[in-house]
């Protein structure tokens, strides 16, 4: 083996790999949060909306669960504009990643919804807590906090995937890293530096969501 590791190229770019790292995390915390809500939204509309309602969403779930990412990020960034409608790559990204996300959090969310025992929500509406108020205060909060690693480690994956989106083009940190090897042909030493970046803010967001959880779902007996 007559490889010589030179780290150079790396270091010379080490301030376009940071700007791709940074839209990576902009758009994993954006599709997260938006991904959330859509979540949400489709769960109580699965679990409470009237049949067609739970036809659409159930129609939306399962197209995105039994197609690969890929294709659905193609479709949108380059379906969309036969139709007059065109996205820049980082937008059309990040649609695809709330796209995405949302219909596998939905389940998981759904699950979560659906281990609430009805005399809870029974028990609410007789002390005279509007549907709103038993949905906020007694299902989405113990359901999230039931559903919460399993939340969690979807949304990690979901920043990790987002990596895909370099095939349209979207600055992030795996486009960012194609582009400086293309130009220096050092794929080890990219790659490798690349890798390590995922891993470190895999471990940030790892974290982040246990500050979360501390702060939102740990009742005083957990903190005992």
Known sequence: MNYTFDFKAVIESWDYLLQGAWLTVQLSIGAMVLGLIV????????????????????AYIEVVRNTPFLVQIFLIFFGLPTMGIRLSPDLAALIAMVVNVGAYATEIIRAGIESIQKGQIEAGLALGLK??????????????????????????????????????????????????????????????????????????????FAGIYKLAFAYDTDRR
């Open 131 to 208: 549907p709103l108020q038993v949905f906020r205060y007694i299902v989405i909060k113990p359901a999230l906090r039931t559903v919460y690693p399993a939340l969690t480690s979807q949304f990690i994956l979901l920043m990790l995937s987002s990596s895909v989106v370099s095939a349209i083009s979207a600055d992030e940190l795996t486009s960012v890293a194609n582009n400086i090897q293309s130009q220096t042909f050092r794929s080890f030493e990219i790659y490798i530096v690349v890798t390590g970046i995922y891993l470190a803010l895999a471990m940030m967001f790892s974290a982040l």
């Open 39 to 58: 979540a949400i939204l489709c769960a109580l509309g699965k679990t409470s909306g009237p049949k067609p309602v739970r036809w659409v969403i159930n």
